[in-house]
């Protein structure tokens, strides 16, 4: 067993890699006016904004559930290391889907790169949970999960609604976002109760 310190400082240091590379994908625009903005990054930046957000809300809900436990395995360790090698995929879908106006492959790959972190969150709960026992906090926290197994299947609607338009699919994306927006209610109150 070992301390989650360690843990801790290297994910932030990944996600803070994800967004850095993120934003420099994002193309200067041609020329002063922001009709250029639009024309040259419009798009992009849609794309980038949505996915800070993905990546931010796993950052905040990643340091939430950490603070609920004290040590971790080797089991957590690499389930850890699969959600941010899933999140590191985040910047080349991202960009893909930006740079091809939404194109259906690409906005097909984009919503795989949003499910694989969030089954891999997931996993890491559960590695978590495992490690600490059902009648932990996080445990308690966690409960049924229901935001957990719901996200998966909006992002399939949303893969699915690629193939009608590609906008179905982001706007289904951005669903997800919103249900994730707010730090997670249940791990913040059990913060409370515990006096963190």
């Not at 931010?56 to 990643?62: F, M, Q, T």
């Not at 690409?106 to 559960?126: D, E, F, Q």
């Not at 445990?139 to 906008?167: C, D, N, Q, T």
Request: glycine fraction near 8%.
């Amino acid at each position: 067993m070992v301390r989650t310190s360690r843990l801790e400082a290297f994910s932030d240091g990944v996600l803070a890699i994800i967004i850095t590379i993120m934003v420099l994908e994002l193309k200067v625009p041609d020329g002063p006016r922001l009709a250029d903005l639009v024309h040259t990054t419009g798009v992009g930046l849609l794309t980038y904004l949505l996915s800070f957000v993905y990546v931010a809300i796993y950052w905040n809900n990643h340091h939430h559930m950490f603070h609920l436990v004290r040590q971790a395995s080797g089991g957590v360790l690499w389930a850890n290391l699969a959600l941010l090698f899933c999140l590191s995929l985040v910047p080349f879908s991202t960009n893909w889907m930006g740079e091809t106006d939404f194109a259906l492959v690409p906005t097909i790959v984009y919503g795989i790169s949003l499910v694989l972190p969030a089954i891999a969150y997931m996993l890491l709960a559960n590695a978590l949970v495992a490690l600490h026992g059902q009648d932990s906090t996080l445990a308690r926290a966690m409960g049924r999960g229901v935001k957990e197994w719901v996200s998966p299947l909006i992002y399939a609607l949303g893969i699915a609604g690629a193939f009608i338009h590609p906008y179905i699919a982001f706007a289904l994306y951005m669903v997800v976002a919103a249900i994730w927006f707010v730090p997670d209610r249940r791990i913040e109150a059990q913060l409370q109760r515990r006096g963190g």
